[in-house]
């Protein structure tokens, strides 16, 4: 009986996440597209925002603009507790989120390196960073970490 549970559950998230992206693209392609998009797993286009874009691009230094893949993926993550969401991307993307977005980090670009990676975020976190981010950022849903190793994104 668990079994048929768990198909259901694992099927009713796969169709919640059909507007997860197929593909990321890097900030420094999008500044350069005439009509900033992409393509959602289940096949629509999604539009980024040039406002967005262009703001990201100056917020973040040029060296690091082909390091930050977009749309950034918040992940609510149900095993780690009500109101808890991941941040599925690299270390770059991360910082961005915690030290000019969250404001958790009081870093400077050049100390990227030695930072210690935090990729937690609560509930309103997320909805300051939606706020200031719409169409950068989307949000996914999973169980746990385990339920999704091995599944193409």
């Keep these: ?32 597209a005439e009509s900033p998009q992409y393509i959602t797993r289940n096949g629509e286009t999604s539009a980024f925002h040039k406002e967005e874009i262009a ?19 918040i992940l609510r993550r149900i095993d780690y507790g009500p109101g808890m969401h991941t941040i599925a991307g690299n270390k770059v993307e991360l910082f961005l989120i915690q030290h000019l977005i969250v404001g958790d980090v009081d870093l400077e670009w050049d ?34 970490a385990e339920t999704n190793r091995g599944k193409p994104e």
Excluded at 55 to 73: A, M, T
Aim: net charge positive; glycine share 8%.
């Design 111 to 144: 100390k990227l390196p030695g930072w210690k990676i935090n990729d937690r975020l609560v509930r309103p976190q997320v909805q300051v960073l939606r706020r200031k981010l719409p169409s950068t950022t989307c949000i996914g849903f999973t169980m746990s």
């Design 1 to 32: 009986m668990g079994s048929n549970i768990d198909k259901l559950l694992e099927h009713d998230i796969d169709s919640i996440n059909d507007d997860l992206p197929r593909g990321r693209i890097s900030l420094k392609e999008l500044i350069a």
């Design 55 to 73: 703001k990201l691009g100056e917020i973040v230094p040029r060296k690091f603009h082909g390091d930050i893949w977009l749309p950034i993926v």
